[in-house]
T-cell receptor, first 115, second 109 residues
Framework: EAGVVQSPRYKIIEKKQPVAFWCNPI?????LYWYLQNLGQGPELLIR????????DSQLPKDRFSAERLKGVDSTLKIQPAELGDSAVYLC?????????????FGEGSRLTVL | SQQGEEDPQALSIQEGENATMNCSYK?????LQWYRQNSGRGLVHLIL?????REKHSGRLRVTLDTSKKSSSLLITASRAADTASYFC?????????FGTGTSLTVIP
């Protein structure tokens, strides 16, 4: 069974440029998470989806970040415009459980460098 | 903000020794999980312990949970070089998972 797939693995852009990350969760996993991980820190939640509905986006900086999960499967996280402080790893995770109790399956992450 | 804090931040041991890392959290939880992250990779689930459990084992892993002290410990016995990674605890307070700051474990062959 394929795991959570993320792309691109690495992205280098200049500040003020847009960037998008894509995530394909494990088949059948209705819950999808986007996390931000700064160097030396643990992941911090940006947004959680139950199917196509964003049920928790309180930590998403909505002035420059947006996300979508069309048809309740793949998801895209976008930053526009990117700032220097956005340099981090963006992790996608999925879960079979609809309540926040189950094991999370993580992708390899997308490492963003903003110059 | 992160709810959990792991202690120590970094740990270096010889292969074959045991490694113990601790996690403290702030609010009541439903369960607590431990994850491993190899450098440059995603997190991998290791073990889940529910709030009504005190101890759980999985292979060379032993996890304890003390809800009165709001703390958990992860013990890795007979460590191997392949155990070198960062270890995170994650607490579930019902609304989202909160990850700690992580313990970086280095196992020297």
């Amino acid at each position: 069974e394929a795991g959570v797939v993320q792309s691109p693995r690495y992205k280098i852009i200049e500040k003020k440029q847009p960037v998008a990350f894509w995530c394909n969760p494990i088949s059948g996993h209705n819950t999808l998470y986007w996390y931000l991980q700064n160097l030396g820190q643990g992941p911090e939640l940006l947004i959680r989806y139950e199917n196509e509905e964003a049920v928790d986006d309180s930590q998403l900086p909505k002035d420059r970040f947006s996300a979508e999960r069309l048809k309740g499967v793949d998801s895209t996280l976008k930053i526009q415009p990117a700032e220097l402080g956005d340099s981090a790893v963006y992790l996608c995770a999925s879960s079979l459980e609809q309540r926040v109790t189950g094991e999370l399956f993580f992708g390899e992450g997308s490492r963003l460098t903003v110059l | 903000s992160q709810q959990g804090e792991e202690d120590p931040q970094a740990l270096s041991i010889q292969e074959g020794e045991n490694a113990t890392m601790n996690c403290s959290y702030k609010t009541s939880i439903n369960n607590l999980q431990w994850y491993r992250q190899n450098s440059g990779r995603g997190l991998v689930h290791l073990i889940l312990i529910r709030s009504n459990e005190r101890e759980k084992h999985s292979g060379r892993l032993r996890v304890t949970l003390d809800t009165s002290k709001k703390s958990s410990s992860l013990l890795i016995t007979a460590s191997r070089a392949a155990d070198t990674a960062s270890y995170f605890c994650a607490t579930d307070a019902g609304y989202q998972f909160y990850f700690g700051t992580g313990t970086s474990l280095t196992v020297i062959p």
